[in-house]
T-cell receptor
């Protein structure tokens, strides 16, 4: 149970902004939202994560709704290298203070030159 | 800083043989995870080490899979005997605390059982 819902696929034109949505309606107050992506033939790669406030890093921005039931990953200028499957993940508690990542189907982003 | 390293990158073995995959996590990361992606399927969790202890092995498919983490450093995942359905890409990840911090993944080992 990935506990998040994402569209199966999205398309974007190169150099245009991309907004990837994620629903996590059952999120609790202490659950972080993580985003990872997997480029073809590579291991998953961390993108960004956040708890309540919007977050920015060199790769992307994460906008978290005020009620925290949804979030949006924002790629400010899509490049061909951004074509990947993007995963929105709520880490699952596995006991003794430990968490694990549960991957769902993710959103396959295609970037059109 | 060195990333997560996995050996080998590819392995082709015959059904019934034994294969051992290795993962070297980032130094200082107590948490080590194994995942598997079978062709056309989602990435599935296999197990989670905290230091040398198995915190969660609920995703291990069956008793043909044995994971160890020596001294809380590198980890091995042994498949014995291998079956055709074990084919896939095996990923290892390490993290300090995956809730508040990110996890770092290796490039994976592509296992093909023929």
């Amino acid at each position: 149970d990935a506990k998040t819902t994402q569209p199966n696929s999205m398309e974007s034109n190169e150099e245009e902004p991309v907004h990837l949505p994620c629903n996590h309606s059952t999120i609790s107050g202490t659950d972080y939202i993580h985003w990872y992506r997997q480029l073809p033939s590579q291991g998953p790669e961390y993108v960004i994560h956040g708890l309540t406030s919007n977050v920015n890093n060199r790769m992307a921005s994460l906008a978290i709704a005020e009620d925290r039931k949804s979030s949006t990953l924002i790629l400010h200028r899509a490049t061909l290298r951004d074509a990947a499957v993007y995963y929105c993940i709520r880490p699952s508690y596995s006991g003794a203070g430990s968490y694990q990542l549960t991957f769902g189907k993710g959103t396959k982003l295609s970037v059109i030159p | 800083e060195a990333g997560v390293t996995q050996f080998p990158s590819h392995s082709v073995i015959e059904k019934g043989q034994t294969v051992t995959l290795r993962c070297d996590p980032i130094s200082g990361h107590d948490n080590l995870y194994w995942y598997r992606r079978v062709m056309g399927k989602e990435i599935k969790f296999l197990l989670h080490f905290v230091k040398e202890s198995k915190q969660d092995e609920s995703g291990m498919p069956n008793n043909r899979f044995l994971a160890e983490r020596t001294g809380g450093t590198y980890s091995t995942l042994k498949v014995q005997p291998a079956e055709l359905e074990d084919s896939g890409v095996y990923f290892c990840a390490s993290s300090q605390v995956v809730q508040e911090r990110e996890a770092f993944f290796g490039q994976g080992t592509r296992l093909t059982v023929v």
